[in-house]
């Protein structure tokens, strides 16, 4: 059959840098900052569900910080949806991001999206970019899949649909997820049916929540059904809040934020579900959805020198931007529950609230708050939105028409895992895993499943089987592995006897015995044996001199525990271009300061330092300056500060 015109299967033009290679080292230190601190007003039930699910570490995925800031014309596949009303763009090469979302009737982007997306220091996996609509998944932070494709298929359905899915084997909880998105020919709000399989046989944590990044004017406006929210600023307690009465000003205007902050609106489990961002003129997206997608929020980066030198490093040109989000949970700080083998589904819709601003705006929250309900009811009643639920479940399984994209390899991988192991599996009708998406990564995890000798990946992977048919081999290459998936998942002990034992092997590649020497290194530094855990990552730079993550991670954490000689030879060794180029320089700034060389640091500063992987809330470069440079202003472009 034939792609039907309102669904075309086109290319966009965007200038941007590449995401550039994996970085080849293991994440395997207990590395990701999740925790958070509870104030007054949090119910038990969310501080409970704040504290579980939480990970160390985004292993077996590598990190993507392998770009620059220098960007270049791409053109991207795309797939426009498209009716009398509405057109919609969607990246299924980068995360299945719905990227541009015009209203025909009005002429107006109701997502914040530009020509040139920056790529930044972001998500789990470092790796993101500002603007458009984006699904994450796993756990709390922009997914691992922000700037991954994802496996991506045209299909038609039954009962007449035209349908954009896209689905992806997310592995670090080990589920399928899939996102339907369909246009029909009359309809004033574009659809997505979301749905996630767990074919463990065992409970696991879950997080999902669709961000939509919408433009920030002066008169822009979230409304959501709460008077109540619970509030973040990343800075302080999370604690019950009223947004409209909140530190002296009304927070649902959006330039009223003098600083960074979340607000997740305490929404009534009798109410309906919504948010809805209106500008001046009462035009703005409209986030609805089904029962099951409970959270509801609006993010600021606020009027603050860092928040807005964050948005102009995110979106250069583009003008200012916000958030509003769905989530499964009340809040980002937690995971539910999701029970062995279990299927969750919700439907969510978006479009232009089309609201009355002399309502919206006005001075009475619970008057606007009643109006957009109203309105959101004539835009997509709740009753019509929740009857949709059971026809996309029915759909969700109709296998596609026409491939547009394959993703990774893992789903594959995945399948023949849990064959050989006799675990249960998930019907791959509507969402196949081809063998044409296997690449080198996966290619030696396959050989060993079929019995194969094991001769190293350029991956990782992790799981009892795993360590069960890696156990099994005895070479140093499958050794390292399973030193490797100990240590990721914070078995010190088991980890620094593995590394040492693949240290006293022969024939190891060097490679793989720089990698051991680091992943020892970085044991050692957990434990507080500082000055063996440097010498052993110093050994690891020696055995591979041309890895620049290596020399990048060992001049960082030199200068942290207390060496900063040790962070200038490495700074002096290493390469002299690209992505790393501007780290390093900092690295070297930062040591000269820590050897008391104030004056050689504060004239790196003074030349400029741009660091491409700057972490989001990351103000050193800041403190840098105030400490090598005092009483002198700081620069603004080094002002990244969230508060």
């Keep these: 059959m034939a792609t039907p015109s309102n669904l075309i299967v086109t290319t966009l033009t965007l200038s941007m840098a590449d995401v550039g290679p994996l ?131 045209i299909v038609h359905t039954p009962d007449g649909k035209h349908i954009l899915r896209m689905w992806e084997f997310e592995r670090l909880r080990e589920v399928v997820f899939q996102v339907d998105i369909w246009l029909p020919e009359e309809s004033e709000v574009l659809f997505a049916a979301v749905r996630i399989r767990n074919p463990n046989d065992q409970d696991i944590p879950m997080y999902w929540w669709s961000n939509a990044a919408i433009p920030e004017t002066a008169r822009t406006r979230v409304i959501a059904p709460a008077d109540e929210a619970f509030g973040s600023d990343y800075a302080t307690d999370i604690t019950r809040v009223r947004p409209t009465a909140h530190e002296g000003y009304d927070g649902t205007w959006l330039v009223n934020s003098p600083h960074a902050a979340d607000f997740f609106f305490d929404i009534d489990p009798a109410e309906r579900r919504w948010v809805v961002a209106a500008d001046d003129d009462g035009d703005g997206l409209a986030m609805l959805s089904t029962g099951l997608l409970r959270g509801k929020k609006l993010f600021v980066w606020g009027q603050g020198q860092g928040g807005k030198r964050w948005q102009e490093w995110l979106s250069p040109g583009a003008g200012p931007y916000a958030e509003i989000q769905a989530g499964l949970a009340q809040t980002q700080f937690e995971h539910l529950v999701m029970p062995a083998g279990a299927v969750w589904s919700w439907v969510e819709a978006y479009g232009n609230g089309h609201l009355d601003p002399g309502i919206s705006h006005g001075q009475d ?44 390899g893992w789903g594959v991988v995945e399948r023949a895992r849990r064959r050989r192991a006799g675990k249960g599996w998930i019907d791959e009708s509507g969402t196949p895993f081809v063998s044409e998406s296997v690449t080198a990564e996966q290619e030696p995890w396959l050989g060993l499943l079929k019995g194969q000798p094991f001769d190293g990946a350029p991956s990782f992977v992790a799981g009892a089987d795993w360590e069960e048919l890696l156990g099994a081999q005895e070479s140093p290459e ?136 700057l972490r989001e809330g990351e103000d050193a470069i800041s403190a840098l300056w105030q400490e090598v440079c005092p009483g002198e202003p700081v620069p603004r472009e080094y002002q990244f500060g969230m508060h």
Aim: glycine fraction near 10%; charged fraction near 20%.
């Design 478 to 613: 499958a050794g390292f592995q399973l030193a490797t998936m100990r240590h990721a998942r914070q078995d010190l002990e088991g980890a620094k006897e593995g590394y040492r034992l693949v240290l006293a092997a022969d024939g190891v590649r060097p490679q793989t015995r720089a990698l051991a020497h680091r992943g020892l290194g970085l044991v050692l530094l957990a434990e507080g044996a500082d000055q063996e855990g440097l010498a052993e990552l110093g050994t690891a730079v020696r055995n591979d001199p041309s890895s620049t993550s290596l020399v990048v991670e060992a001049a960082t954490l030199a200068v942290r525990h207390g060496d900063p000689a040790m962070t200038l030879e490495l700074a002096e060794s290493a390469p002299t271009q690209g992505a790393a180029v501007g780290r390093l320089t900092f690295l070297k700034s930062l040591a000269l300061a820590r050897t008391g060389d104030q004056a050689a640091a504060a004239a790196i500063l003074r030349q400029g330092v741009e660091i491409p992987d």
């Design 23 to 153: 970085n080849p080292l293991p994440v395997v230190a207990s590395e990701l900052d999740q925790p958070c601190t509870v104030g007054e007003g949090v119910p038990e039930e969310l501080q409970a569900s704040a504290r579980y699910g939480l990970v160390p570490n985004v292993y077996p995925y590598l990190m993507q910080d392998g770009y620059s800031r220098a960007a270049a014309p791409k053109e991207l596949p795309a797939v426009v949806l498209e009716n009398a009303k509405l057109r919609a763009t969607v990246l299924p090469s980068l995360g299945g991001r719905i990227w541009e979302l015009f209203d025909k009737t009005t002429g107006k982007q109701l997502l914040h999206t530009h020509g040139a997306p920056q790529l930044a220091n972001i998500a789990l996996r470092k790796a993101w970019f500002a603007g458009g609509l984006e699904w994450n998944i796993g756990t709390r932070g922009h997914s691992p899949t922000s700037c991954d494709p994802l496996h991506t298929a």
């Design 365 to 408: 929250w619970d008057a606007a708050v009643e109006h957009t309900g109203r309105r959101l009811e004539e835009l997509q009643p709740h009753d019509q939105l929740e009857a949709l639920l059971p026809a996309a479940i029915n759909n969700a399984d109709v296998p596609p028409s026409k491939m547009i994209l394959t993703g990774s």
